[in-house]
């Protein structure tokens, strides 16, 4: 069962654009949410955060905004440049879970010049 | 430099030939755990780790050991290897200490079971 979705499995943007990833959750205990970054051949990284008591936060040219009536959130890059190409998962927890994460499916960004 | 190591990156081997694949981590983190990722399914917990001696079935557990004897590592065991194990392997790891609990993975490795 597919707590956290992201139902875009790819998205292609041109440079200086905006790109918007977008992620769904169905669990409304989940109170901290998650962007991780992928390249091929290498592991997720961490990008940025949110937690349920704001609704954005931004650092640099990536922001997240986090809509809890509607259970969506979504990570915005601006401007999108070509090593932003990645592909970007989405995650949430509980407090009461701990460490454990719920990860979604992935979505791949190309950034084309 | 803070980083989770594993070995090996790649792996070719055949039905029913134990392997292990190692993790280690630098940042004294308490919890670890094991992924894997597979095409259209994204990232599957296998195993975790909340501390030494510690460990606890994730979403996918089977065919799957693990062991965590010292605090820097958590090997992953295939005892008999099966086709549908072929897949890319994360290990992550986690501190309390860090807001959100951040998860920090390793490079990955890609396993083929023939």
């Known amino acids: 069962d597919q707590q956290v979705k992201q139902n875009s499995p790819s998205l292609s943007v041109q440079e200086g654009r905006i790109s918007i990833l977008n992620c769904d959750y169905t669990?409304?205990?989940?109170?901290?949410f998650l962007w991780y970054k992928k390249y091929p051949a290498e592991g997720p990284t961490f990008l940025i955060s949110?937690?349920?008591?704001?609704d954005k936060n931004e650092d640099g040219r990536f922001t997240v905004f986090l809509n809890k009536s509607a259970k969506h959130l979504s990570l915005h890059i601006v401007p999108s440049q070509p090593g932003d190409s990645a592909v970007y998962f989405c995650a949430a927890r509980t407090s009461n879970s701990g460490y454990a994460l719920n990860f979604g499916k992935g979505t791949s960004l190309l950034v084309t010049p | 430099e803070a980083q989770v190591t594993q070995n090996p990156r790649y792996l070719i081997t055949v039905t029913g030939k134990k392997l292990t694949v190692t993790c280690s981590q630098n940042m004294n983190h308490e919890y670890m755990s094991w992924y894997r990722q597979d095409p259209g399914l994204g990232l599957r917990q296998i195993y975790y780790?909340?501390?030494?001696?510690?460990?606890d079935k994730g979403d996918v557990p089977e065919g799957y050991k693990v062991s965590r004897k010292e605090k820097r590592n958590f090997p992953l065991i295939l005892e008999s290897p099966s086709p549908n194990q072929t897949s890319l392997y994360f290990c992550?790891?986690?501190?309390?200490?860090?807001?959100?609990?951040?998860?920090?993975f390793g490079p990955g490795t890609r396993l083929t079971v023939t």
């Open positions: 992550a790891s986690s501190s309390w200490a860090s807001e959100g609990y951040e998860q920090y």
């Open positions: 949110i937690s349920s008591i704001k």
């Open positions: 780790s909340m501390n030494v001696e510690v460990t």
């Open positions: 669990n409304s205990m989940f109170d901290y």
